[in-house]
């Protein structure tokens, strides 16, 4: 027997027309669907046609493995869901590596459309599982409605509610937003913003780097100040002190080097450096400290960059004298002391220093024109090994010397190199001492090529230590070649020193040279019986007013490098313009993964898949699968799975959507077992 259809063809009830919307009452009633039930009934020992199987055999082969109330898992989506998993974080990764050291707005484009595509298929892949778990729930809340005595059935309208677009392009966006907007998901990619430091374009400027003619003028007025030792005058006063710039230090091979830090009034078209050598811009309170203005937002900050110019620097070595028995003398009859320096401590410090030791210092010594009329010198002393000083004409050379003197009474954990020779009594008529140590330190001021960073919203900071020369240049490398990317500076400002030069500034070092000594001597308490101060206490690797240990040759290098750092260099720096270059930042951005919340998510975008795979309910009355596609709807329809309650209304062709909603969105539908009607036609 063959089925009473073409099941190539969909046939429905006839539907009358008529020329008006109107006149919808005159038209016949809605007519019953062909009823299909033959087809399933013809024969046992054939199979239904292929047009009437509700399953996709592909997605329901072999059997539920985990639990019998649940349907057959589908394998295909499952198995395309789980290699999306596993593909995610290869791909997000591999969108960092791309988006890494974009620009900020290229970053962004490239995080974004990687996460957003990753996102938009896992949503979708969980959208595809999901929506049996919707079919299923559907279905099943229309069998169990239709076995309901007091109301059965289901209206069409909240049917068409539930199955209208189930997985649209709108539904899954709305879930890959929602799922961004989540706090857990938001830092799965983290972003960081990097100003990244480049050192190949760059564009030549001037720096208030140097001492102009008007600072060495004023300088060398000051000069006899600062020779008094009446006076000891100082730049400023201690009540301002702490505003000078601070002291930064670098290491070059075996050396420490000290440098004054710049201040941001250098780097200011009208600013200045504190070697102005004048009262309102000596004193590091008044006009230099620049602020940098948000009025038009945050816009007008722009980045920083890298500053290259030349600036003075300090090496200094120190060892204590030797012998002092015979190169110190504590007390002479004309109340002096005398320390002398051997000529081969020098040799010694200077060859440490990687310099020859100056000839001018080579001159045979004449004591007498060093030594008081009547006092003595030690029999073992040669004068023929004491040196008197020497210049070196690139920057400066100094010997410092420290003779320290304390009263025994202050240094109860005190060593000394010598004592003198008669005692002190104290308040209590305890006998004292006064202890003597020595050093000498050879002090190299010397120009250096720094980089500094300029931030533009903080003050600006030393990067490193390019090179120890007195003129900026290219620092290229096969890698890296420096080109400059405006006019040359000489073509525009023909007045900016090129390099510095330390030929007009000896009136310059003297008073910035005074200066330090004199902060140290105020400090020292000059007039005070023999005490110790803080000062004497860092040459030491003692603390507090008691601590005074031994004169250690390193601890007075450094506290000495870091006062004259910190008193000297600031003044090396007035209103005079050298050259600098200037090294833009680009402003670009770092991508990165957190493993651990993207581990966790895909995780759960995983766990959650498979739980949507494997574990669909089944129908009740163990009815087949039923989903929302037409193949469903033919079963529904056309075996009479769904059958109306009630009259049906009329509807006519070429009605809008809306009106077809309002005719028939009431009617009642109730879900009939096929195989209790099977039972029931035979």
């Given at each position: 027997m063959q089925p009473d259809f073409d099941p190539r063809t969909l046939e429905l009830g006839?539907?009358?027309?008529?020329?008006?919307?109107?006149?919808?009452?005159?038209?016949?009633?809605?007519?019953?669907?062909?009823?299909?039930?033959?087809?399933?009934?013809?024969?046992?020992?054939?199979?239904?046609?292929?047009?009437?199987?509700?399953?996709t055999r592909s997605a329901f082969l072999g059997k539920q493995p985990l639990a019998s109330g649940f349907e057959?898992?589908?394998?295909?989506?499952?198995?395309?869901?789980?290699?999306?998993?596993?593909?995610?974080?290869?791909?997000?990764l591999a969108v960092t590596l791309v988006a890494r050291n974009q620009p900020i707005f290229w970053?962004?484009?490239?995080?974004?459309?990687?996460?957003?595509?990753?996102?938009?298929?896992?949503?979708?892949?969980l959208l595809t599982l999901a929506k049996c778990h919707?079919?299923?729930?559907?279905?099943?809340?229309?069998?169990?409605?239709?076995?309901?005595?007091?109301?059965?059935?289901?209206?069409?309208?909240?049917?068409?509610?539930?199955?209208?677009?189930?997985?649209?392009?709108?539904?899954?966006?709305?879930?890959?937003?929602?799922?961004?907007?989540?706090?857990a998901t938001a830092r799965r990619s983290r972003r960081d913003y990097d100003l990244i430091h480049q050192r190949e374009r760059y564009e030549e400027i001037s720096i208030k780097g140097d001492n102009s003619d008007a600072d060495i003028a004023r300088a060398s007025q000051l000069k006899s100040t600062f020779e008094d030792f009446t006076l000891t005058w100082t730049m400023a006063p201690f009540s301002t002190h702490g505003g000078l710039p601070p002291v930064v230090s670098f290491s070059w091979g075996n050396d420490i080097i000290y440098f004054s830090e710049t201040i941001m009034s250098q780097l200011l078209p009208n600013g200045s450096g504190f070697g102005t050598f004048d009262t309102e811009t000596t004193n590091p309170s008044f006009k230099l400290t620049p602020s940098v203005s948000f009025e038009k937002g945050a816009e007008e900050v722009l980045p920083g960059s890298i500053v290259r110019f030349p600036k003075w620097g300090i090496r200094i070595r120190c060892t204590q004298i030797p012998d002092p028995d015979v190169n110190l003398v504590p007390l002479s009859l004309n109340n002096m002391s005398y320390l002398f320096t051997p000529r081969a401590v020098l040799v010694s410090l200077f060859s440490s220093l990687g310099m020859d030791y100056p000839e001018s210092s080579m001159v045979p010594f004449d004591i007498t024109k060093v030594i008081h009329p009547g006092d003595t010198i030690s029999a073992a002393l040669n004068?023929?090994?004491?040196?008197?000083?020497?210049?070196?004409?690139?920057?400066?050379?100094?010997?410092?010397?420290?003779?320290?003197?304390?009263?025994?009474?202050?240094?109860?954990?005190?060593?000394?190199?010598?004592k003198s020779d008669q005692s002190i009594l104290d308040d209590e008529g305890n006998p004292t001492w006064i202890g003597y140590d020595?050093?000498?330190?050879?002090?190299?001021?010397?120009?250096?090529?720094?980089?500094?960073?300029?931030?533009?919203?903080?003050?600006?900071?030393?990067?490193?230590?390019v090179e120890p020369v007195n003129v900026v240049r290219s620092q290229d490398t096969p890698e890296l070649q420096e080109k400059l990317v405006e006019l040359p500076l000489s073509m525009t400002d023909s007045d900016t020193h090129r390099q510095l030069n330390s030929s007009k500034l000896a009136d310059v070092y003297e008073g910035a040279h005074g200066n330090s000594v004199n902060q140290l001597l105020k400090d020292n308490g000059r007039d005070a019986f023999y005490v110790p101060s803080p000062t004497v206490v860092s040459y030491t690797d003692g603390e507090g007013p008691l601590g005074y240990t031994e004169l250690s040759?390193?601890?007075?290098?450094?506290?000495?490098?870091?006062?004259?750092?910190?008193?000297?260099?600031?003044?090396?720096?007035?209103?005079?313009?050298?050259?600098?270059?200037?090294y833009q930042d680009l402003v670009l951005s770092n991508t990165s993964i957190n493993p651990l919340y993207m581990g966790v998510y895909l995780g759960l975008i995983f766990l959650l898949g498979i739980l949507a795979g494997f574990f669909v309910p089944k129908l009740p009355l163990d009815v087949p699968h039923r989903g929302f596609e037409v193949y469903s709807w033919i079963a529904a329809?056309?075996?009479?799975?769904?059958?109306?309650?009630?009259?049906?209304?009329a509807i006519e062709k070429n009605l809008e959507l809306h009106e077809i909603a309002q005719q028939v969105g009431d009617i009642k539908f109730r879900y009939v077992n096929p195989n209790t009607r099977q039972k029931s036609l035979v």
């Amino acid at each position: 027997m063959q089925p009473d259809f073409d099941p190539r063809t969909l046939e429905l009830g006839p539907i009358s027309y008529s020329g008006s919307a109107k006149s919808a009452p005159s038209a016949p009633p809605l007519a019953p669907l062909r009823r299909l039930a033959p087809a399933y009934t013809d024969s046992p020992s054939k199979s239904p046609p292929p047009f009437y199987s509700l399953r996709t055999r592909s997605a329901f082969l072999g059997k539920q493995p985990l639990a019998s109330g649940f349907e057959v898992p589908h394998w295909r989506k499952i198995l395309v869901h789980t290699a999306l998993c596993l593909a995610s974080y290869p791909i997000l990764l591999a969108v960092t590596l791309v988006a890494r050291n974009q620009p900020i707005f290229w970053t962004r484009f490239i995080v974004g459309l990687g996460c957003g595509l990753v996102g938009l298929c896992l949503g979708y892949s969980l959208l595809t599982l999901a929506k049996c778990h919707l079919e299923a729930a559907t279905w099943a809340t229309v069998i169990h409605q239709s076995h309901f005595d007091d109301s059965p059935g289901v209206r069409l309208r909240d049917l068409a509610a539930t199955t209208e677009n189930p997985t649209s392009a709108l539904t899954a966006l709305r879930l890959l937003w929602n799922r961004t907007m989540h706090p857990a998901t938001a830092r799965r990619s983290r972003r960081d913003y990097d100003l990244i430091h480049q050192r190949e374009r760059y564009e030549e400027i001037s720096i208030k780097g140097d001492n102009s003619d008007a600072d060495i003028a004023r300088a060398s007025q000051l000069k006899s100040t600062f020779e008094d030792f009446t006076l000891t005058w100082t730049m400023a006063p201690f009540s301002t002190h702490g505003g000078l710039p601070p002291v930064v230090s670098f290491s070059w091979g075996n050396d420490i080097i000290y440098f004054s830090e710049t201040i941001m009034s250098q780097l200011l078209p009208n600013g200045s450096g504190f070697g102005t050598f004048d009262t309102e811009t000596t004193n590091p309170s008044f006009k230099l400290t620049p602020s940098v203005s948000f009025e038009k937002g945050a816009e007008e900050v722009l980045p920083g960059s890298i500053v290259r110019f030349p600036k003075w620097g300090i090496r200094i070595r120190c060892t204590q004298i030797p012998d002092p028995d015979v190169n110190l003398v504590p007390l002479s009859l004309n109340n002096m002391s005398y320390l002398f320096t051997p000529r081969a401590v020098l040799v010694s410090l200077f060859s440490s220093l990687g310099m020859d030791y100056p000839e001018s210092s080579m001159v045979p010594f004449d004591i007498t024109k060093v030594i008081h009329p009547g006092d003595t010198i030690s029999a073992a002393l040669n004068p023929n090994d004491i040196a008197l000083g020497g210049e070196d004409g690139k920057g400066w050379v100094s010997i410092e010397e420290v003779l320290v003197r304390l009263n025994t009474s202050y240094t109860p954990n005190g060593t000394f190199a010598r004592k003198s020779d008669q005692s002190i009594l104290d308040d209590e008529g305890n006998p004292t001492w006064i202890g003597y140590d020595a050093a000498i330190c050879v002090e190299l001021f010397e120009p250096w090529i720094v980089e500094i960073y300029n931030s533009t919203t903080g003050l600006p900071s030393t990067l490193r230590i390019v090179e120890p020369v007195n003129v900026v240049r290219s620092q290229d490398t096969p890698e890296l070649q420096e080109k400059l990317v405006e006019l040359p500076l000489s073509m525009t400002d023909s007045d900016t020193h090129r390099q510095l030069n330390s030929s007009k500034l000896a009136d310059v070092y003297e008073g910035a040279h005074g200066n330090s000594v004199n902060q140290l001597l105020k400090d020292n308490g000059r007039d005070a019986f023999y005490v110790p101060s803080p000062t004497v206490v860092s040459y030491t690797d003692g603390e507090g007013p008691l601590g005074y240990t031994e004169l250690s040759a390193p601890y007075f290098a450094q506290a000495r490098g870091l006062a004259d750092a910190s008193n000297i260099l600031p003044y090396f720096a007035g209103t005079g313009e050298i050259l600098a270059r200037r090294y833009q930042d680009l402003v670009l951005s770092n991508t990165s993964i957190n493993p651990l919340y993207m581990g966790v998510y895909l995780g759960l975008i995983f766990l959650l898949g498979i739980l949507a795979g494997f574990f669909v309910p089944k129908l009740p009355l163990d009815v087949p699968h039923r989903g929302f596609e037409v193949y469903s709807w033919i079963a529904a329809f056309h075996a009479d799975e769904l059958m109306e309650i009630g009259g049906t209304p009329a509807i006519e062709k070429n009605l809008e959507l809306h009106e077809i909603a309002q005719q028939v969105g009431d009617i009642k539908f109730r879900y009939v077992n096929p195989n209790t009607r099977q039972k029931s036609l035979v």
